[in-house]
């Protein structure tokens, strides 16, 4: 039998239900593009052009790629993250305290080739010159 159509309605009712209990609903004033890229790149870190092929695999109907490049300044400007942030810590009962949000999805990937941008060092200053002979062996980060 051939698999003609996939959905994972229970799974994007769950995380839409999520981002609604923390309160980023309010905060980005139900903007569903916005609410989409964030929950596509839960199911799957990936670039901005790629959360389309995210929204295809989960059976969700996607805005353009140049409709979420044109949303993305609503949550660049500094009130919007810090309601972001104020949300997130009114929902953990943090009380009055700071809270910093940051992306890590494109920070780690392992790999058997180094990226050229550590360098351990003869001297143990942290970086080596990229034409050094011992770059290639050494050039692998941890984690």
């Known amino acids: 039998m051939e698999i003609l159509n996939s959905q994972s309605t ?10 609604g209990v923390l309160g980023f609903d309010s ?22 052009i790629e959360a389309e092929r995210v929204f295809t695999e989960t059976g969700v109907a996607a805005a353009s790629y140049r409709t979420v490049k044109r949303r993305l300044p609503v949550i660049a400007k500094p009130a919007v993250r810090h309601a972001l942030s104020a949300a997130c810590a009114a929902h953990a009962g943090l009380g009055p305290a700071g809270l910093v949000l940051f992306d ?40």
Not at 115 to 127: A, S
């Open 10 to 19: 229970r799974l994007w009712d769950g995380l839409c239900r999520a981002y």
């Open 27 to 48: 905060v980005l004033g139900g903007d569903e593009v916005l609410r989409d890229l964030v929950l596509a790149r839960i199911i799957e870190p990936t670039s901005k």
């Open 104 to 143: 890590v999805s494109t920070l780690y990937f392992e790999t058997d080739t180094g990226d050229g941008f550590y360098f351990e060092t003869d001297t143990g200053d942290g970086f080596r010159s990229p034409d050094s002979p011992r770059n290639a062996a050494s050039s692998r980060r941890s984690p």
